[in-house]
């Protein structure tokens, strides 16, 4: 399972439900990297796309404590317990968590690698990333070039877990419930 986010310099990545900043090369990586896979995420994050229909050409699986919640087009998941077995169905397919907050939170340490947009500068944000340069766990594998599109500079780094014993495995889920 791997993570994919964008962070600004603060590793800030949302406000009022929103990513921080739209950069088409960004959106455009994100498809390119996800396309054909699978992405895990919050009600949130699935209702922040546009017209909250899951992302085409993906499988989408949305975690949700809400047993009420209906989305079309998505795999419900209603407790991180469950999430291995229905991960399984898609063993053949790359997992990426897609956010947001609290979810990237709960299952980073069940990850292998981050891709991580890297926007240079800051912006208001209510919710932030943990910040994988300060943390021993992680270590930047690969640092992509910096690159600018509308006066907005960013690279597209890539993190791979350091520690081998955090390392993913099926049975591995933490099992602190969903918030």
Known sequence: MDIIVAVDADWGIGKDGD???RISADMKYFREKTT?????????TLESFPNKKPLPNRVNIVLTKN???????????HDL????????NYAEKQVFVAG???VYAQLLPQCERAYVTKIYQTYPADTAFPNLDENPDWELEEKGEIQEEKGVRFSFDVYKKSVPHLRYHH?????????
Do not use: I, S, W
């Open 19 to 21: 990513l921080l900043q």
């Open 100 to 102: 947001g907050g609290t």
């Open 36 to 44: 054909g896979n699978v992405l895990v995420m919050g009600r949130k």
């Open 81 to 88: 317990a469950e999430l291995p077995a229905v991960l399984e």
């Open 67 to 77: 047993k009420d919640y209906q989305a079309e087009g998505v795999v419900l998941c």
């Open 171 to 179: 049975h591995g889920f933490c099992r602190r419930p969903l918030l």
